[in-house]
């Protein structure tokens, strides 16, 4: 019987495992190139195919509300530096659009397997296209995994950033579908003098452990 392939990844909760790769800004240490702002660390299959393309070329073009939201972007696939260079600057001369953040020449599969985004299942020898949302204290928040097939969806990319950075920052909860502008969700109340003041506060309230307040 054949035997499968399996690699860990990190998870929800988990510190962001720490790694030096050579990109296409230069050679660059994970931590350092997180501290102090969020990271999206995302993987696509390889250089010069179509939907690798039009996803690379999302995020560039969304430069300006990732810098706006302290957050930097870093790519990577399985490809060498030499592939990644001529793929940037196709891309630039036929498109006009400049992949300014680093991706990361993974000829080796270090950081893929590091984040388990090799799954034998789909490819074992290409990474998945999977997101790592990691916030300024390396810690990892948020994980999504797409086929090969299957491009992202670059505005839930932006929406769970915001929904992350304003739960952090209001201590709140997120409801289905949640922009911004939309009500959060109050925490729960834990004692019944909590439970009391909760149903003579303002908030809008659906039932005892559910309520709603404008930000």
Known sequence: MEQQLTYTMPRIGDKA??????TTIGQLN???????SWV?????????TPVCTTELSGFAKEKEFFAAHNTKLMGLSID?????IAWVNAVQEKTGILFEFP????????????????QPGESETSAVRAVFM???EGKVRLIMYYPLNIGRNMEEIKRTLLALQTSDTNKCAMPLNWEPGKKVIVPAPKTI?????RKSSN?????????????
Do not use: Q, R
Not at 17 to 22: H, M, R, T, V
Not at 103 to 118: E, F, R, S, T, W
Not at 193 to 197: G, I, R, T, V
């Open 17 to 22: 495992p720490d790694f030096d790769a050579l």
């Open 30 to 36: 994970f931590s350092d190139y997180n501290k102090g």
């Open 40 to 48: 999206i660390l995302f993987s696509h299959p390889a250089d010069f």
């Open 80 to 84: 060498s530096i030499h592939s990644h």
């Open 103 to 118: 991706i990361i020449a993974d000829i080796d599969m270090k950081v893929a397997k590091l984040y388990g985004m090799l």
């Open 134 to 136: 990691i916030d300024p």
């Open 193 to 197: 003098k909590a439970l009391a003041e």
């Open 203 to 215: 908030l809008e309230m659906v039932d005892w452990y559910l309520a709603l307040k404008s930000i």
